[in-house]
């Protein structure tokens, strides 16, 4: 069973624009992780967030984390055209293991 | 070879056929682990190894075996195939010092008709 769920499935915006997309999970976890995977290929891992941990940056993107709501928030300011992918949020709690949610797809329309 | 490898790039199998999904690693990485991607639900982990000689079962592991003889190789084996097993399989990777991130590979598309 699916851990993470993320919202929106789907995130249409324009060039310039902000993106923001929520996971929210459903047991405790040791950290959050979110991953973005462009069409036809692999995952590629863009921040982990632990569970003592509130909020995080990485360039443009930044990562909170609500422990008590059991929901993390991924914002990408300035989107680009090269943002268009789907973003998975992941949850570690048993060892090494990741448990993943659906997704979300987000265009960034130029 | 640089990161994670998957061989191969895709596949069309008939059902009932034996297949081997391989999977290579450089990085060193104690821990490795097999996925399947289907549309809408996300990534599902298959099995897992955390070191060399270790090999455990995730959420979807009926109808797959896998072996982790080094710490380079971690193939996934399809004894019978079916066509619920038609799914992207991803190959990935951690170690045990950055968190648990995982290193994924481009993927394998099998279709089983």
């Known amino acids: 069973s699916q851990q993470g769920e993320e919202d929106p499935q789907a995130l249409s915006i324009q060039e310039g624009e902000n993106a923001t997309m929520n996971c929210s999970y459903k047991t405790s976890i040791n950290n959050l992780q979110w991953y973005r995977q462009n069409s036809g290929r692999g995952l590629v891992h863009l921040i982990l967030i632990r569970s003592n941990e509130r909020e995080k940056h990485s360039g443009r993107l930044r990562v909170t984390l609500d422990t008590s709501k059991k929901s993390s928030s991924l914002l990408i300011t300035a989107s680009r055209a090269a943002d268009t992918a789907s973003y998975f949020c992941a949850t570690g709690r048993d060892g090494n293991k990741l448990v993943f949610g659906a997704g979300t797809i987000l265009r960034v329309k130029s | 070879i640089a990161g994670i490898t998957q061989a191969p790039t895709s596949q069309i199998l008939a059902a009932g056929r034996r297949m081997t999904l391989r999977c290579t690693q450089d990085m060193r990485h104690n821990a490795m682990y097999w996925y399947r991607q289907d549309l809408g639900l996300g990534l599902r982990l298959i099995h897992y190894?955390?070191?060399?000689?270790?090999?455990g079962k995730g959420e979807v592991p009926d109808g797959y075996s896998v072996s982790r003889a080094n710490t380079d190789d971690f193939p996934l084996t399809l004894a019978s195939a079916v066509p619920s097993q038609t799914s992207v399989y991803f190959c990935a990777s951690s170690g045990s010092f950055d968190g648990g991130t995982q290193y994924f590979g481009p993927g394998t598309r099998l279709t089983v008709l």
């Open positions: 190894s955390n070191t060399a000689g270790t090999t």
